[in-house]
């Protein structure tokens, strides 16, 4: 996000420095990797409309970077009606293509998965390259003038007057007309007693790499549960999702079952009784995988209670936070979003911080 926010300033002509607590492209926060799901499939349409113009945004992306950042495999979301239906009732007050299929019709589609309930079919969504994305927007704002300063962590920031002051950990401050946070995991901690933030609750989550049986087509893929299915914490339905990846596996996930972390503290390997229960899930869903994952991965989710996010401003801080294991696909939107509130933009209904 703050890459995203970091090019938009950049070609605007602002003069911007990006300040990383890591390298660039580190694997510690929540944009490594090489696979997220790019949809359009909400059961909201205000989702739906900002999955749209964040969808235009990501073309201008990839036009300005030359490189191809999303890859349209098709998305389906299948299972309990109640969410299902409500996806599909969205995408079509919003004008979005679609298509409803049986469940056996959408086995026949994609042989190496089952299908349940109702099921919905988007063509536009995908997967997108997540570390690909990000080196792009840093590389892209670099050739607008931006200074990118990595292993930079901040200590603290505060309000001075219109402005701000930004203080390096073991450095001295320095003022700046504005200052955008987005510290994903590490957001609460630099937001306290800055700007009134929701809770945002870091998870550390678990998705986990699966080997195709034989050669298959596979889309991104949500599969709902009903209110009594869930697995994760949160009131949400989502009983997995995945998607295909670059290198020929399936990456797939539960969603918002991680356990909660300090993300400062050392990374820990991840949870083997989460994984029994993915690799069960695989077994029962995924006929055309082999169920004993090639290797997991870890990741972070900072959590809004709502799961909506915060893209707001007060005074000189521009916050972007709280994106709930959802805000991939967004990034170009919220990139700009963050620099029209630089420059003095209101922050959208929905989306703000409290006050
Ligand atoms: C397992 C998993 C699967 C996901 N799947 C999807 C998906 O399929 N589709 C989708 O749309 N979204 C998905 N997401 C969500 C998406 O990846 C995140 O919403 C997004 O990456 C958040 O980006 P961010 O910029 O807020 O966080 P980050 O990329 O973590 O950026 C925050 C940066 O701030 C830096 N920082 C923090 N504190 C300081 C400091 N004090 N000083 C300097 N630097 C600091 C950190 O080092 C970090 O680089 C998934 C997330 C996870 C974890």
């Known amino acids: 996000m703050g890459a995203a926010a970091a090019w938009f300033l950049g070609q ?83 004008g979005v293509r679609h298509e409803r299929l049986q469940p056996d019709e959408a086995g026949e589609r994609w042989p190496g998965m089952r299908f349940d309930g109702q099921v919905v079919v988007q063509p536009d969504a995908g997967t997108t390259d997540a570390a690909g994305t990000v080196a792009a927007l840093l590389d892209l704002a670099e050739e607008h003038g931006v200074e990118i300063r990595e292993h930079a962590p901040v200590d603290h920031v505060e309000v001075a007057g219109d402005g701000a002051i930004v203080h390096p950990r073991g450095g001295s401050g320095h003022h700046v007309d504005r200052v955008v946070v987005t510290a994903g995991a590490w957001a609460a901690g630099l937001l306290r007693g800055v700007v009134a933030a929701p809770p945002l609750e870091v998870t550390m989550e678990q998705p986990a790499l699966f080997a195709p049986r034989r050669a298959l087509d596979w889309p991104a893929f949500i599969h709902y549960g009903s209110g009594l299915d869930k697995v994760g914490g949160l009131d949400d339905p989502i009983l997995g999702y995945g998607l295909p990846t670059p290198d020929g596996l399936v990456k797939l996930g539960e969603h918002h079952t991680g356990r909660r972390i300090d993300p400062d503290d050392p990374p820990v390997d991840h949870d083997p009784a989460r994984l029994d229960r993915v690799r069960d899930y695989v077994a029962t869903w995924f006929p055309g995988l082999d169920p004993d994952p090639v290797r997991v991965e870890t990741c972070l989710y900072t959590t809004t209670p709502t799961t909506d996010f915060v893209v707001d401003r007060v005074g000189p801080v521009v916050v972007g936070a709280g994106f709930s294991g959802h805000g991939f696909k967004f990034v170009p939107w919220v990139g700009r979003e963050l620099a029209d509130l630089v420059e003095g933009a209101t922050g959208r209904p929905g989306f703000g911080l409290a006050r």
């Open 12 to 94: 605007r002509g602002h003069r911007v420095t990006v300040h990383e607590q890591f390298a660039r492209g580190h694997d510690r926060g929540s944009s490594h990797g090489n696979a997220r799901i790019f949809r359009l499939a909400y059961p909201d349409r205000t989702w739906v409309d900002t999955a749209v113009a964040s969808f235009a945004l990501w073309h201008d992306l990839q036009e300005a970077s030359g490189r191809t950042l999303i890859d349209h495999v098709g998305g389906v979301d299948h299972g309990a009606p109640e969410h299902v239906g409500a996806i599909a009732d969205a995408l079509a007050a919003a």
